[in-house]
């Protein structure tokens, strides 16, 4: 069955530096998402993607944060300079026209802590 | 705005037993989709089911099932025959107008054995 990988899974790193979490959707689909879920919170939307562009973010998803699908295949979430409050679960997720838009098959996230 | 509450955080079930688990939502949108997602320890998020807001009927699933109150905003989760592998947290989620999903806090469902 296809399924919607992440890596890595888990991702350590310094406040301050840049990271790349990196998704591959499942093959078909059109639409991409990244939500991240802080520890014991609710899993947050932070941006959806559709034909090589955003198609909407939320207020989360400011000038720190990029996604870029950059050979067809991954989908990547790029932090570019990293704070402690960035340290949470991030999930991607894709769907495809065929089931629906809206339902969104999710990868195993990738955990980054930010130290 | 679009919002999910759950308002249950914790539910307890004996093994074999049925639960249910309480949704409400609010949108102005005619046309829209929810869902009950599962996440289990390991953190991942599996779809449980899903319910097209312009189908009466509601949806099941093997064991689970959904009761859709429209006109009340309303969107439960039933579990029948609970089983240990059913202990997680289930988030229930409402199709967003741009196709993102907005979420409820969650309710963690332990089960007895």
């Known amino acids: 069955e296809p399924e919607v990988t992440q890596t890595p899974s888990h991702q350590v790193t310094q406040m301050g530096q840049e990271v790349i979490l990196r998704c591959v959707p499942i093959s078909n689909h059109l639409y991409f998402y990244w939500y991240r879920q802080i520890l014991g919170q609710k899993v947050e939307f932070l941006v959806s993607?559709?034909?090589?562009?955003?198609?909407?973010k939320s207020e989360i998803f400011d000038d720190q944060f990029s996604v870029e699908r950059p050979d067809g295949s991954n989908f990547t979430l790029k932090i570019r300079s990293t704070k402690l409050e960035d340290s949470a679960m991030y999930f991607c997720a894709s769907s495809g026209r065929d089931l629906g838009a809206y339902e969104q098959y999710f990868g195993p996230g990738t955990r980054l802590t930010v130290t | 705005a679009q919002t999910v509450t759950q308002s249950q955080p914790e539910m307890s079930v004996q093994e074999a037993e049925t639960v249910t688990l309480s949704c409400t939502y609010d949108?102005?949108?005619?046309?829209?989709?929810l869902f009950w997602y599962k996440q289990p320890p390991s953190r991942q998020m599996i779809l449980v089911i899903r319910q097209e807001a312009y189908k009466q009927q509601n949806a099941t699933e093997n064991r689970f099932s959904v009761n859709f109150q429209k006109a009340a905003k309303s969107f439960s989760l039933k579990i029948s025959d609970s089983q240990l592998g059913d202990a997680a947290m289930y988030f229930c989620?409402?199709?967003?107008?741009?196709?993102?999903?907005?979420f409820g806090k969650g309710t963690k469902l332990s089960v007895k054995p």
């Open positions: 989620a409402l199709g967003g107008s741009q196709g993102n999903l907005i």
């Open positions: 949108t102005s949108e005619s046309d829209y989709y």
């Open positions: 993607f559709y034909n090589n562009e955003i198609s909407e």
